[in-house]
């Protein structure tokens, strides 16, 4: 009895869906976040002559309080976000350029963090005062706070800012898989964070548009590569 032979069965290729990278996702949403609360923080400070009573009023309003805490989450989420770049990286010696990015970004945000925390507490403060005693040589105080010891920590932590940003741009022009200049907007917005504080608001606010560009830029490179292949 001859064996008749029989094709194989048809074996069907399942491409299983793409499922969601939930760490590119949030990483994504905390660099948009952050992108939009950089610009939110120049533009709900209160800008007023500091040596007088008027300054006074400003840092004990609630404007005040609101727009610097919004500044300090606006840094806490810049390093989640880069993290997530990293994570998104296919390149090695991009990838490795972006996690040094990641790391000098994670360290300066720490080291310019205490220097918001006195300027949204301890200003609060003398400004109360201030308006208290209705004197304002107490305003005085804010600058021997600004210049002490906290200026040279913020000075550092938007030095390593500035240095993780351009480690951020670099990687993202090595990728190869992404818009070359996507980088810029962030690395000149943390090269020009330190001379911002001494412009006036309108030129503060569009500083913080800078920032907001370049963050928002960058998440939306995360949001575009936040499918991976299950393998």
């Known amino acids: 009895m001859s064996h008749l032979k029989t094709d194989p069965p048809f074996k069907q290729t399942i491409t299983e869906p793409k499922s969601l990278g939930p760490f590119r996702f949030i990483a994504s949403i905390a660099l948009l976040l952050s ?54 990286m296919e390149n090695k010696k991009a990838r490795k ?46 600058n021997a706070i600004r210049f002490g010891p906290g200026f040279l920590m913020i000075l550092i932590g ?25 980088g810029i907007p962030l690395a000149l917005g943390f090269l020009l964070y330190l001379p911002q504080y001494v412009a006036t608001q309108p030129l503060r606010i569009i500083h913080g548009l800078l920032i907001a560009l370049g963050c928002i830029w960058i998440a939306v490179i995360i949001w575009k590569h936040r499918y991976e292949d299950r393998g």
């Not at 009023?57 to 810049?78: D, E, K, N, R």
């Not at 972006?98 to 994670?106: I, V």
């Not at 938007?158 to 818009?179: E, K």
């Open 158 to 182: 938007l030095t390593l800012l500035a240095i993780g940003s351009f480690l951020v741009a670099i990687s993202i022009w090595r990728s190869g898989t992404m818009t070359k200049w996507a």
């Open 97 to 142: 350029t972006a996690f040094y990015g990641f790391l000098f970004s994670y360290v300066g945000m720490g080291c310019t963090l205490p220097f918001y925390g006195a300027e949204v507490f301890a200003l609060d403060v003398i400004g109360q005062e201030a308006l208290n005693q209705n004197k304002d040589s107490i305003l005085e105080l804010a």
């Open 35 to 88: 992108g939009i609360l950089f610009f939110l923080y120049p533009t709900l400070r209160p800008f007023s002559d500091e040596t007088t009573l008027q300054g006074a009023f400003a840092f004990s309003s609630m404007s005040w309080l609101l727009s610097h805490l919004l500044g300090i989450i606006a840094f806490m989420l810049l390093p989640v976000g880069l993290l997530g770049l990293y994570d998104t």
